[in-house]
């Protein structure tokens, strides 16, 4: 098992940024792809970003690209999402996902996800 823990929600205005956080124990960090997900109220859940194991690929959703990044940092066992320029549509539940494939996340095979975390709620007021 993959308990995986967000943090770094908040309340920002639009034009402002936040860093999410993603706390990953219980298997070897360094085995998993890791990727981001948001699900606003009324609407689905959306893949925003992805990160191989190695953290030398990774993969955004059209929305997000040039404003949000992903990064891990494998010795600490947290994924990161530095998110820029905010708009009140990014405003949702922002989840952290495990997968051994990265393929899932590259591949748009979502649902095949191992682990997911709790959420933590980003809210960005006009």
């Known amino acids: 098992q993959v308990q995986l823990v967000e943090s770094g929600g908040g309340l920002v205005q639009a034009g402002g940024s936040l860093r999410l956080s993603c706390a990953a124990s219980?298997?070897?960090?360094?085995?998993?792809?890791m990727a981001w997900f948001r699900q606003a109220p009324g609407k689905e859940r959306e893949f925003v970003a992805a990160?191989?194991?190695?953290?030398?690929?990774?993969y955004y959703a059209d929305s997000v690209k040039g404003r949000f990044t992903i990064s891990r940092d494998n010795a600490k066992n947290t994924v990161y999402l530095q998110m820029n320029s905010l708009k009140p549509e990014d405003t949702a539940v922002y989840y952290c996902?495990?997968?051994?494939?990265?393929?899932?996340?590259?591949?748009?095979?979502?649902?095949?996800?191992?682990?997911w975390g709790q959420g933590t709620q980003v809210t960005v007021s006009s």
């Open positions: 996902a495990a997968d051994t494939d990265y393929g899932t996340y590259s591949s748009s095979r979502y649902d095949r996800t191992d682990y």
């Open positions: 219980g298997r070897t960090f360094s085995n998993y792809a």
């Open positions: 990160i191989n194991w190695s953290g030398f690929s990774t």
